[in-house]
């Protein structure tokens, strides 16, 4: 089955400490993103990736990381949690058909940073 | 100004109604148009996408209008599974890769 997978789903830590959000997709895609959803803000583009080792800063970076060093894989990383940080996150894949662009999306993490 | 506008409604319809949803971008450089579904709690998932020409799949159509910058939906005979929120996802074509979504429009069908 096609799909997009995130691991933890549900992750409550504590400021500060090192936490990776995994994200796997088996579609041989070239695009993955990380996005972030807040109440009210919708959604935005943390990171992106258009190939392997080719990664790119999305709308809002800071205090996140990312590395793509297989097709499949796209982690993402925050080095020092802080409480606002604290969101939905999704790993989304993407192909790009016709010239349109069609992102799948993994099904959630939801994170609390105390 | 956000780059992509909709109205967050809800938008409360019931069963067998006609409704409408609009959104605006700003950017006239941008290529590539969708409207998204996404469920309470769930991840978005591609409704369908806007061509130039416009698009039917069933009971959903998507128009877009270049000159005034808007892309819609309509849906036609709403169901109760129809309930949820549509986001309108807009990207601009060339080295960078950054859509941008608006932040939905939520659609309540009620019996």
């Known amino acids: 089955e096609a799909q997009v997978t995130q691991n933890p789903r549900y992750l409550i830590t504590v400021t500060g400490k090192k936490l990776t959000v995994t994200c796997s997709q088996n579609m041989n895609h070239e695009y993955m993103s990380w996005y972030r959803q807040d109440p009210g803000l919708g959604l935005r583009q943390i990171y992106y990736?258009?190939?392997?080792?080719?990664?790119d800063k999305g709308d809002v970076p800071e205090g996140y990381k990312v590395s793509r060093k297989e097709k499949r894989n796209f982690p993402l990383i925050l080095e020092s949690p802080s409480p606002n940080q604290t969101s939905l996150y999704f790993c989304?894949?993407?192909?790009?058909?016709?010239?349109?662009?069609?992102?799948?999306f993994g099904p959630g993490t939801r994170l609390l940073v105390l | 100004r956000k780059e992509v506008e909709q109205d967050p409604g809800p938008f409360n319809v019931p069963e067998g109604a006609t409704v409408a949803f609009n959104c605006t971008y700003s950017n006239s450089a941008s290529q590539s148009f969708f409207w998204y579904r996404q469920d309470c709690r769930k991840e978005p998932k591609l409704l369908m996408s806007v061509y130039s020409s416009g698009n039917e799949d069933g009971r959903f159509t998507a128009q877009l209008n270049r000159a005034s910058q808007y892309i819609s939906l309509l849906i036609r005979d709403s169901k109760l599974s129809d309930s949820a929120t549509y986001l309108c996802?807009?990207?601009?074509?060339?080295?960078?890769?950054?859509?941008?979504f608006g932040r939905g429009t939520s659609l309540i069908v009620h019996p």
């Open positions: 990736s258009m190939n392997v080792e080719v990664t």
């Open positions: 989304a894949s993407s192909t790009r058909t016709g010239g349109q662009e069609t992102q799948y």
């Open positions: 996802v807009v990207t601009t074509s060339g080295g960078s890769y950054i859509p941008t």
